[in-house]
């Protein structure tokens, strides 16, 4: 099949087959062109011509007179297919044939099942064998093709899962040096903020963000993004929040990079006095979900090795063991209240994001009395990320869940989040949250199984104002109907999903989003080899 298409694109030419001298025009006009509608349309014609071929077997083994026509196609689809009736001589032996099952063995011991189609015709043509034989052997070359195609998708979701759940040597090699720079250099362990700008912290005249991170190099692209883009940096106040084990190297690298005049303050949880006081509930919650999560799972090679489900199940269930979701930095925005005790409203970034735009007009929002102001995520057809209702995360067939929510009720998105802190004192969204996740503990996961995103669509039920989508793009990490000049046009990107931007998985059109800021004349970043592709 050849493809011709003028220089004006006001015609296509399909060319069925080589001497052909019939032809299609698809006729665009003055219409923006799609090569991908051409390219589809092309595949859906060449399967018509090999399904018509395989009717035509089946017509020629039963001995009926050969049909090869779109009208005689339709006589045998369906009971009003093409404006015909269903009137098929397809001999009965074929659908017992196909009805039956097969087992592994029977097809492991077959040697000679074609490969491919060619291979099948071939066979066909030679052997001239009557129906059953014909759907016997039909059926075992699509079974062991089926049976292929299930083992290379489960593979490649187990490869992206390891290759998404390990830290790069290169992000490990810079947080090493920025610790080992920590502990012998002073300008390295600045206090962040200096003592001149600790007022800002709880003023509420600033740009409050939060941050809650564990990658320093991530952290600081989504710093340098805002302050870069912002339009008043001298009014920004960012708040990193980080665990033990990353504060010398994170506080490391603001030291030294420091972002002027905006004000950045790197804090370990541990130093919140709130935190560090009592029973933290998300803390107990983590501990008993990752003992749960260790059981009922069985690791990720009981799951691929499961031979029943199917790979988007065992892809789901992939993601559902991947680090992010047992993250304290995961859990820790359900406790911005309590963090910020002093004020009023934050922006509470992930650290998978770029801001592209000044996000000081999201302060401005009447959020009309509600808690969160979020992007939906049920008003496009990406099933990865914009086609999204509380169907999508919550297991409906739970009488729990069926019982308090519904199912079609649009979800909304986690990574670019405005929270009225005041707003949600006077709220029991976190007890909410909480309860949630001990019931779902308590049912073996069996209420949701993956992230902070099912109990938090629970807990912000009726508090959630929805915000334009503008302001937060999601699916970078997916890429799905992503393309460069949408995620170029957006305020806010975000590469949720397992192609994160620092990962060699990351799709490279728009991996250079996110590299742009990247400070990659930085000693450590060159002495790392942290390159832009």
Not at 216 to 239: Q, R, Y
Request: with cysteine.
């Amino acid at each position: 099949m050849q493809l011709h298409i003028s220089p004006s694109l006001r015609h296509v030419t399909v060319l069925p087959a080589k001497g052909v001298r019939e032809f299609i025009k698809v006729k665009v006009g003055s219409r923006k062109f799609s090569y991908r509608m051409v390219f589809y349309s092309l595949l859906f014609f060449t399967f018509l011509l090999r399904f018509v071929f395989v009717l035509t077997a089946v017509d020629t083994i039963d001995g009926e007179t050969k049909c090869s026509t779109v009208g005689c196609l339709g006589k045998r689809l369906g009971p009003r297919f093409l404006g015909r009736r269903l009137e098929s001589n397809v001999p009965q032996v074929i659908y017992q044939v196909l009805e039956e099952p097969v087992s592994q063995d029977e097809i492991q011991g077959d040697k000679e099942i074609p490969q491919t189609l060619e291979d099948f015709v071939a066979e066909m043509k030679d052997a001239r064998p009557d129906a059953k034989t014909f759907a016997s052997r039909l059926k075992a070359m699509v079974t062991l093709l089926e049976q292929r195609t299930r083992t290379a998708k489960i593979q490649e979701y187990l490869y992206r899962h390891v290759a998404s759940s390990s830290i790069p040597k290169q992000l490990h090699c810079l947080a090493l040096r920025l610790a080992n720079e920590h502990s012998t250099n002073a300008n390295a362990r600045l206090q962040l903020p200096s003592p001149e700008f600790v007022p800002a912290l709880v003023d509420n005249s600033f740009f409050h963000f939060v941050l809650a991170s564990d990658n320093v190099l991530a952290a600081s692209v989504v710093a340098s993004s805002i302050v870069h883009n912002s339009l008043h940096p001298e009014k920004v106040v960012l708040h990193i929040i980080t665990d033990r084990k990353t504060l010398s190297p994170m506080q490391a690298w603001f030291s030294l990079n420091p972002l002027t005049p905006a004000i950045i303050e790197v804090k370990g949880l541990h130093h919140f006095d709130w935190f560090a006081k009592g029973k933290v509930p998300v803390l107990e919650a983590m501990e008993k979900d990752q003992k749960v999560r260790s059981q009922f799972r069985g690791g990720s090679s009981a799951i691929v090795a499961n031979n029943t489900e199917k790979p988007y199940v065992i892809a789901a269930k992939l993601q559902a063991l991947s680090p992010k979701y047992n993250s304290l930095m995961n859990h820790i925005r359900i406790h911005l209240p309590e963090l910020f005790p002093s004020l009023n409203k934050v922006v509470f970034l992930d650290d998978d994001i770029v801001v592209q735009t000044d996000l000081s007009a999201l302060w401005d929002i009447d959020m009309d009395g509600k808690v969160n102001g979020a992007v939906e995520t049920c008003i496009g057809e990406d099933k990865f990320v914009m086609s999204k209702r509380f169907k999508s995360y919550l297991n409906f067939s739970h009488p729990l869940i069926a019982k308090n929510f519904n199912p079609s009720e649009c979800a909304w998105a986690y990574g670019m989040n405005i929270f009225d802190l005041e707003a949600w004192r006077t709220t029991n969204i976190s007890r909410t949250y909480h309860y949630w996740l001990e019931e779902n503990l308590k049912s073996d996961l069996s209420l949701w199984q993956l992230g902070t995103l099912p109990p938090g669509l629970i807990a912000f039920h009726g508090h959630v104002h929805i915000i334009d989508p503008f302001w937060h793009m999601l699916g970078l990490g997916y890429q799905d109907n992503t393309s460069i000049a949408d995620a170029e046009t957006a305020g806010v990107i975000h590469f949720n999903g397992r192609a994160k931007p620092w990962l060699d998985i990351a799709f490279p059109q728009l991996r250079k989003l996110w590299t742009k800021y990247v400070n990659f004349s930085d000693k450590f970043i060159k002495s790392c080899h942290i390159r832009a592709s």
